[in-house]
């Protein structure tokens, strides 16, 4: 083992460069979205959704236009449920790998095999056949013209909008399960606050059935736990079954497999009483001795993979931090400050879209030697220009 491992600096680099964050890339949309395992798609419109973000901080040159067409006209990566049954995009070529190896994790009390099966009803699965049927030669409807060019107008907003049972179709059922199952796909999202899906027939852009498709469920799941240690480049079976949504207890005989086969390496050291493994591929890159520029500045989002688990975030960056995601009045969205290899604090920002005006309402930097850092303030310049922001509003008073 090199003993250079054993600097926080170095194990940071490491992460950092293997979440992309190290320096930008200039790799495709999808290859970066592989290499990070998805980006979870999050609908908050206090700035540029998370999936956005995540890539302005990683892909250069990045415009949020880009992911649009990989996902909605390309189809280099699609949306799909995965992590935790949360929406993700995903690389096409890797679509089925993710949801097979994703149908069985619970959360919410049920997997998405358990509940396909529940409504796998005689009614149900005749209504899929006369969707399928009614909008075959359809290019992709909303929710709204879907029911529209079905006659069941009436029925939907009753059932939607009322939550009246009396209206709970089959039909309706058979649309939810054709989306998790992957027969409707996303091919496009209608401006707005919430950014309204237009559906299609998986089979209008070429997708195969991946029901069908002859992958073994523990296969991919193995396949899929190995991408997520990579894209880490250290963590333990706790940090992955945080961010997944699989059972650490299920996690660890693969972890040790995969160390039998030396593709990780546990580290010979604990940190904070746990033991921690480093991906191979991230070995191999040590001996680059990485280094990170220390001027450069990410604002990252608080949806973003790297600090969802605030466990692992604080062992390695000594950094944490806490927002009210449901809040409706005065809710903060803090991004948190990353400055070379080092989190020094957050801002706290929101984007007037009707006037387009970008505002600092917070920041709070814990770090002394970076309370008055200029590339912190370009970071932020860059960031409204991101949105399209013709003026930036600074309602902050710096605070630590």
């Known amino acids: 083992m090199n003993h250079a491992i054993s600097d926080i600096n170095a194990l940071r680099n490491i992460i950092l460069d293997s979440q992309h964050l190290r320096t930008k890339s200039t790799d495709s949309i999808a290859r970066i979205v592989s290499d990070i395992c998805g980006l979870q798609y999050d609908p908050n419109p206090t700035i540029h959704l998370n999936q956005y973000m995540m890539l302005w901080n990683r892909k250069k040159d990045f415009v949020a236009e880009q992911l649009d067409i990989a996902a909605y006209q390309t189809f280099q990566v699609t949306e799909t449920w995965t992590f935790k049954r949360n929406l993700y995009f995903v690389p096409r070529t890797e679509y089925a790998l993710y949801r097979h190896a994703a149908k069985s994790i619970v959360r919410w009390g049920e997997s998405d095999e358990i509940w396909l099966n529940r409504w796998a009803t005689p009614e149900v699965l005749t ?200 809040k409706k009045k005065g809710m903060k969205w803090p991004l948190s400050i990353l400055v070379g290899n080092q989190f020094v604090g957050y801002v706290d920002c929101k984007m007037n879209w009707r006037n387009d005006e970008f505002v600092i309402k917070e920041r709070n930097i814990f770090h002394p030697d970076y309370r008055n850092c200029h590339a912190i303030d370009h970071a932020i310049e860059s960031l409204a220009e991101f949105h399209g922001a013709k003026s930036l509003k600074d309602q902050s008073q710096l605070s630590g």
């Open 127 to 326: 209504e899929e056949k006369v969707l399928k049927e009614q909008l075959s030669n359809c290019e992709g409807l909303t929710l709204t013209q879907i029911w529209e060019r079905l006659n069941l107008s009436h029925e939907w907003h009753k059932f939607r909008r009322e939550h009246d049972p009396d209206f709970d179709l089959p039909i309706f059922r058979a649309f939810y399960r054709m989306c998790r199952r992957g027969d409707f796909l996303t091919c496009g999202r209608n401006p707005g606050t919430f950014q309204e899906p237009v559906y299609i027939l998986k089979e209008k852009i070429g997708f195969p059935d991946w029901m069908n498709e002859p992958i073994d469920e523990t296969q991919a799941i193995q396949y899929v736990v190995e991408k997520m240690i990579a894209s880490f480049g250290v963590t333990d079976p706790i940090h992955i079954s945080h961010i997944s949504g699989y059972k650490t207890a299920d996690l660890e005989p693969i972890f040790h497999e995969l160390e039998a086969e030396e593709r990780i390496v546990q580290l010979p050291y604990k940190i904070a009483r746990r033991q921690y493994y480093i991906h191979t591929s991230a070995l191999h890159r040590m001996q680059k001795n990485l280094a990170v520029p220390s001027g450069e500045v990410r604002l990252i989002s608080p949806m973003d993979t790297i600090v969802r688990d605030k466990v692992w975030l604080e062992t390695f960056f000594d950094y944490s931090f806490t927002f009210e995601y449901f």
